[in-house]
């Protein structure tokens, strides 16, 4: 069992950015590959990056890749989202979430967190 718990979420200009962080319980944090996905209102949850268990390999959606940086520290049990060059349309919950397989698919992970609120304005 891991329970996730996000924070860093708020208010951000356009053009701005922000740091999430995802701290996880648990002593196997290593072993999981973390994703970040997010949702705006009325529509789908959809992928915004993924990180392997040794941090080596990480995947971007196209709409964040050269923006957002995802990378994680297993000494503290931490997954990070850098999240720079904001846009409104960033506006969204953001979720960590906890697998066993690396993908952008969410299906594919097994625990998340409850959330973290990202609101760009212009």
């Known amino acids: 069992q891991v329970q996730l718990a996000e924070s860093g979420g708020g208010l951000a200009q356009a053009g701005g950015s922000l740091r999430l962080s995802c701290a996880a319980s648990?002593?196997?944090?290593?072993?999981?590959?973390m994703g970040w996905f997010r949702q705006a209102p009325g529509k789908d949850r959809e992928f915004v990056a993924t990180?392997?268990?040794?941090?080596?390999?990480?995947f971007y959606a196209a709409s964040v890749k050269g923006r957002f940086t995802v990378s994680r520290d297993n000494g503290k049990n931490t997954v990070f989202l850098q999240m720079n060059s904001l846009k409104p349309e960033d506006t969204a919950a953001y979720y960590c979430?906890?697998?066993?397989?690396?993908?952008?698919?969410?299906?594919?992970?097994?625990?998340w967190g409850q959330g973290t609120q990202v609101t760009v304005s212009t």
């Open positions: 979430a906890a697998g066993g397989e690396y993908s952008g698919r969410a299906r594919a992970y097994d625990y």
């Open positions: 648990g002593r196997t944090f290593s072993s999981y590959v």
């Open positions: 990180i392997s268990g040794n941090g080596i390999n990480t």
